[in-house]
């Protein structure tokens, strides 16, 4: 059983910023790739950023150089730190981990965590 538990989501004025933790939690062998998605009202669920176990990493056009995605693999953990922030950032985001638990490794999700940008 495999748990990822999303935090640090909330309201937030244009401009400013908010960090997203999400750490993974249970019979966990190791961890691969870890990414952040978010899905806004009415639209469909898209990737923000990715990063491996190696700590390469991948973002979507509209979030580089704002975005910063990180992982404390001791922690099982991913970050994402947003700056700048824009009313079109709006979403639940949801952390993403492929994680090795037994043989095959599997694609787990977590609970979502809502960001709001407005004044």
């Known amino acids: 059983q495999v748990q990822l538990v999303e935090s640090g989501g909330g309201l937030v004025q244009p401009g400013g910023s908010l960090r997203l933790s999400c750490a993974a939690s249970?019979?966990?062998?190791?961890?691969?790739?870890m990414g952040w998605y978010r899905q806004a009202p009415g639209k469909q669920r898209e990737l923000v950023a990715t990063?491996?176990?190696?700590?390469?990493?991948n973002y979507a056009d509209s979030v580089k150089g704002r975005f910063t995605i990180s992982r404390d693999n001791g922690k099982n953990t991913v970050f994402l730190q947003m700056n700048s922030l824009k009313p079109e950032d709006t979403a639940v985001y949801y952390c993403?981990?492929?994680?090795?638990?037994?043989?095959?490794?599997?694609?787990?999700w977590g609970q979502g965590t809502q960001v709001t940008v407005s004044s």
């Open positions: 993403n981990a492929y994680i090795m638990v037994t043989i095959l490794p599997a694609n787990y």
């Open positions: 249970g019979s966990i062998v190791s961890i691969y790739g």
């Open positions: 990063i491996t176990s190696g700590g390469s990493t």
